[in-house]
């Protein structure tokens, strides 16, 4: 087992941990919302994509390039546009109504 | 390790602050939206120091640029304009169709660099068993990710689909993706891994196509656990920290969503995967 390798598990071992705690208690409206932010969070393959790109040399690895680049970019955009259109929405129900109290 | 390296490497981590900080803002309503700017200014300085480290480089091709360009125009303007346009109700099937195409990309990030590698210098051990993950997984992430939009979208029946045969299929499925993986893992073979996209692919359809359209949103956020899984194997693959941090991440952190969202709906995730007993397609269960 090389050094890189070690050092790689060893960072995906704790991000898992980190992964599984950082969310704890989370009301149900937030559901949707989340997952959807986990989404755009993986469209993070767009570095990924981008690195494929710039070693590409050849029609198929061109090919493979823009699909993997287009895809993960629509990932990338789409995701956060769409949570935050949602958080938006969330938001705006959420906001306090003003009640005029009625006292006798 | 270069001064220019080191640079990159503490923007991704920065990057991956961003994301981990986020998530947990996001966890709160009223912290929430705050949250997710954060994880997108994170997502923003991680693609940035890439272009910076492609620059550096300078290997990308002429026609490369190009490619990368018009694919990042092409790949930002689809999801910028859907995710605007789409009507509030048809989110759900919205985000499935962004978890499809990350999934997608993943297995063709893994896909790319395997048919370089064994073209040239070979395939190491650790890239293979990351490559063979990655290809199997993310196709099937793509497949079942676009049968759940295309049920959300009543495009596929919402009802569960369900025939004879099928547990056995499925079963079968699964053991020839093994089978081609390991020969994929221990001799460098470019066709196995094709059987193995195709395979996933076909495995994504069969196992979310027997599934009632109103535990879609819980499938959709198992699927989406699978793509960070995913990206995180393409991360092994390229040897890149930010993709293994962000990828462990969503696939945890999307494992405990999943468990929360059944618990919520009170149907117990074994029902739901096995498939064949939702209700029919009431789409209107997921708004909320």
Same mark, same amino acid.
Do not use: W
């Given at each position: 087992?090389?050094?890189?390798?070690?050092? *790689?598990? &060893?960072?995906?071992? %704790? !991000? $898992? %941990?980190?992964?599984?705690?950082?969310?704890?208690k989370v009301p149900s409206t937030l559901h949707t919302p989340l997952m959807?932010? &986990?989404?755009a969070i993986h469209g993070v393959v767009l570095v990924g994509a981008v690195?494929? !790109?710039?070693?590409? *040399?050849?029609?198929?690895?061109?090919?493979?390039?823009?699909?993997?680049?287009?895809?993960?970019?629509?990932?990338?955009?789409?995701?956060? /546009?769409?949570?935050?259109?949602?958080?938006?929405?969330?938001?705006?129900?959420?906001? @306090?109504? @003003?009640?005029?109290?009625?006292?006798? | 390790?270069?001064?220019?390296?080191?640079? /990159?490497?503490?923007?991704?981590?920065?990057?991956?602050?961003?994301?981990?900080?986020?998530?947990?803002?996001?966890?709160?309503?009223?912290? #929430?939206?705050?949250?997710?700017? %954060?994880?997108?200014?994170?997502?923003?300085?991680?693609?940035?120091? &890439?272009?910076? /480290?492609?620059?550096?480089?300078?290997?990308?091709?002429?026609?490369?640029?190009?490619?990368?360009?018009?694919?990042?125009? $092409?790949?930002?303007? !689809?999801?910028?304009?859907?995710?605007?346009?789409?009507?509030?109700?048809?989110?759900?099937?919205?985000?499935?169709?962004?978890? #499809?195409?990350?999934?997608?990309?993943?297995?063709?990030?893994?896909?790319?660099?395997?048919?370089?590698?064994?073209?040239? @210098?070979?395939?190491?051990?650790?890239?293979?068993?990351?490559?063979?993950? *990655?290809?199997?997984?993310?196709?099937?992430?793509?497949?079942?990710?676009?049968?759940?939009?295309?049920?959300?979208?009543? $495009?596929? &029946?919402?009802? @569960?689909?369900?025939?004879?045969?099928?547990?056995?299929?499925?079963?079968?499925?699964?053991?020839?993706?093994?089978?081609?993986?390991?020969?994929?893992?221990? *001799?460098?073979?470019?066709? %196995?891994?094709?059987?193995?996209?195709?395979?996933?692919?076909?495995l994504g359809v069969t196992l979310v196509l027997p599934i009632g359209g109103?535990? +879609?949103?819980?499938?959709?956020?198992?699927?989406?656990?699978?793509?960070?899984?995913?990206?995180?194997?393409?991360?092994?693959?390229?040897?890149?920290?930010?993709?293994?941090?962000?990828?462990?991440?969503?696939?945890?952190?999307?494992?405990?969503?999943?468990?929360? +969202?059944?618990? #919520? +709906?009170?149907?117990?995730?074994?029902?739901?995967?096995?498939?064949?007993?939702?209700?029919?397609?009431?789409?209107?269960?997921?708004?909320?």
């Open positions: 087992m090389s050094e890189q390798l070690l050092s *790689d598990v &060893t960072v995906f071992v %704790l !991000a $898992v %941990l980190v992964g599984f705690e950082v969310i704890g959807s932010g &986990t989404n690195l494929i !790109a710039s070693t590409a *040399d050849d029609a198929l690895s061109y090919v493979l390039a823009f699909v993997a680049v287009a895809f993960a970019a629509m990932n990338v955009t789409g995701g956060y /546009v769409v949570t935050d259109r949602m958080l938006g929405m969330f938001r705006r129900r959420r906001d @306090p109504v @003003p009640v005029k109290e009625q006292r006798p | 390790m270069s001064d220019f390296d080191a640079g /990159v490497r503490l923007v991704y981590l920065a990057a991956a602050v961003c994301f981990v900080v986020g998530l947990h803002l996001m966890g709160s309503p009223t912290s #929430a939206r705050r949250g997710n700017l %954060l994880s997108a200014a994170g997502m923003a300085a991680a693609v940035l120091a &890439t272009f910076a /480290v492609v620059a550096h480089e300078g290997t990308i091709t002429n026609t490369g640029t190009i490619v990368l360009v018009l694919a990042l125009l $092409v790949g930002g303007a !689809a999801g910028l304009v859907t995710a605007r346009r789409v009507q509030m109700t048809a989110m759900p099937q919205l985000v499935s169709l962004f978890n #499809a195409v990350g999934g997608g990309a993943a297995a063709l990030v893994a896909l790319d660099d395997f048919l370089r590698l064994s073209d040239g @210098p070979g395939v190491p051990t650790r890239t293979g068993v990351a490559t063979a993950l *990655d290809v199997g997984i993310g196709a099937l992430t793509f497949a079942g990710s676009l049968v759940a939009t295309g049920k959300l979208q009543g $495009v596929v &029946t919402g009802r @569960p689909v369900v025939f004879p045969g099928a547990r056995a299929l499925n079963a079968a499925l699964l053991l020839v993706a093994v089978a081609a993986g390991v020969v994929v893992v221990a *001799d460098d073979n470019v066709p %196995l891994l094709l059987l193995l996209l195709a395979v996933g692919l076909v109103a535990d +879609m949103p819980v499938v959709i956020s198992l699927l989406n656990a699978c793509t960070g899984t995913v990206v995180a194997m393409a991360g092994f693959v390229l040897e890149n920290p930010v993709l293994i941090i962000a990828g462990a991440l969503v696939g945890a952190s999307g494992a405990i969503l999943t468990v929360l +969202m059944a618990q #919520a +709906m009170n149907r117990p995730i074994r029902n739901i995967v096995l498939g064949g007993f939702g209700g029919g397609g009431s789409v209107e269960v997921v708004a909320s």
